[in-house]
Structure formats: C-alpha cells, structure tokens
C-alpha cells in the first residue's frame, strides 16, 4: 500500500491530522505501508484520485481518499485483522466523533499551530498556506488568526469536556479497545505535537489517555519525527 502523506519543509516532518489517523489505522491491522511525502502545491501527483486532499491511499488497484473513507475500506476489506470499529454501532460512533471533531476541534486547533505550521512548510507552499489559511480564518493575516497557546489550550480543554469525561470511565474512547474513535481526537493533539506545540495543558487529566496513545503500536506515533523547537 501506498499513502500520499503532507509533508513539511523537512520529509521526516508529517503533520495531517488525518494522514495520522490513517498511518494508526494500518498499524492496528498490521498492514505494511508506504509513506509518500506529498507538499500542498503538488496536485497533479494526487490528480489520479480526483480531488485534492490527502490522504491518498493507493490499495493495489484500488485508490481511496478521504481519511473516513479510508478507514471504512481497511475494516471492509481486512474483517479477519483487528477491528478499527468493533462493528456496526461502534462505526456509527466513530462517524459521529469523525463529525465532531470537524465541527468542534477543527475551528479550533489549525489556529492553535497556524504559525508554526506555516514556518514548517515547504518554502514553494508558504504562499498557498497563506492565501488559502487567511480566507479559512475570516480573511485576516495569520498572525491575527492564530491562537496564543494559551488562548488555544483554555479552547481546547473547554471543546474536550464530553471526552475527557467518557474517558475518565474507560481506558479508550471505544471502552476497554483502542479503536478508530481514539485514532480521531488523538490524530489532532499528534498534529500540534510533531509541530512542537502543546494542545493539552500538563495537568490535564487527558494527559494519561495521550501517553497511552503516543505509546499504541510500539510507539508509532511517539517516534514520529518533530520540529526541533528552535525552528517552530
Ligand atoms: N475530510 C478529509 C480532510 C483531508 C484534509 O483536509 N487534508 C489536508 C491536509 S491535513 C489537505 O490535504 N489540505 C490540502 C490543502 O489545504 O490544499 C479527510 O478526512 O481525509
């Protein structure tokens, strides 16, 4: 298999929240993959699968987007591997926190690491990120539009009560399984922490839930490469 994966400036940088959520869904069913580092501005690269987002996973013949749409075809076409889902009512959930988190998460933290982010691409897509960044963020410049880390964190915190609260209860999001519904909300804090900003405040009673999912297959997500702190 094959994933189209955002890049920043260095290969080794890869930010995508939803990339994320797709590199945690193939190391749940133990599946092999590619990783391609791919830049905002390189779209005929992705052209063949007729949009312009990624992740692009390329499965043999088959080419899928869209990190839901991804995550639905590995627990279709791999039933026998471990579920991301845990079945019918545990997808539904999982669709509605998918949903949630572009509502509730997503107005949130892009402006949390909007400075950082627009340092760490690559220089030939610094121009898009800004143009189209500054009309996501209500047409002002991105040094307006970004969150201090405090602004962002007291944000955060506030939008985490409904999980922060399930997992108080339970060692994951799905219950006593780590699933796809964890995979979801980490994908985000993943994000903010390869480009060395911190989504969560130390004290927050998340933070053993996070060092659980940093620490989830053999610590894929721990390793992954961060911006050295001078550069962010
Ligand atoms: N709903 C999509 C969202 C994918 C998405 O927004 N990807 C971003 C990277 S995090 C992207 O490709 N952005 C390209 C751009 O801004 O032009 C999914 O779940 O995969």
């Known amino acids: 298999m094959l994933l ?3 890049a920043g400036a260095d290969d080794r940088l890869r930010f995508s929240p939803y990339c994320w959520r797709v590199r945690l869904a193939l190391a749940h069913k133990g599946l092999p993959v590619e990783t391609r580092p791919w830049r905002l501005t ?23 987007h869209d990190s839901w ?8 076409t791999h039933p026998d591997r471990p579920s991301l889902f845990g079945g ?6 999982a669709q509605f926190l998918d949903r949630w988190y572009e509502h509730t998460l997503r107005p949130v933290l892009p402006r949390l690491v909007l400075l950082q982010a627009h340092a760490a691409v690559h220089e030939r897509d610094r121009g898009y990120f800004r143009s189209s960044r500054e009309a996501r963020f209500g047409n002002r410049p991105l040094e307006e539009a970004a969150y201090t880390t405090a602004q962002g964190q007291a944000l955060m915190a506030q939008a985490l009560t409904p999980v922060r609260e399930v997992l108080a209860r339970s060692p994951y999001l799905g219950g006593s399984d780590l699933g796809y519904a964890d995979y979801i909300v980490f994908s985000g804090f993943q994000q903010a922490r390869v480009l060395g900003v911190a989504a969560l405040a130390d004290s927050d009673p998340m933070q053993a839930w996070l060092q659980r999912m940093l620490n989830a297959h053999d610590g894929l997500a721990r390793q992954a490469w961060v911006l050295p702190a001078a550069a962010a």
């Open 4 to 6: 189209y994966d955002l």
């Open 42 to 64: 390189d779209q005929e690269a992705i052209a063949f699968s007729g949009q312009g987002l990624v992740p692009v996973l390329v499965d043999g013949q088959r080419t899928v």
């Open 69 to 76: 749409q991804i995550a639905c075809h590995l627990e279709d």
């Open 88 to 93: 019918a009512a545990g997808r539904a959930y």
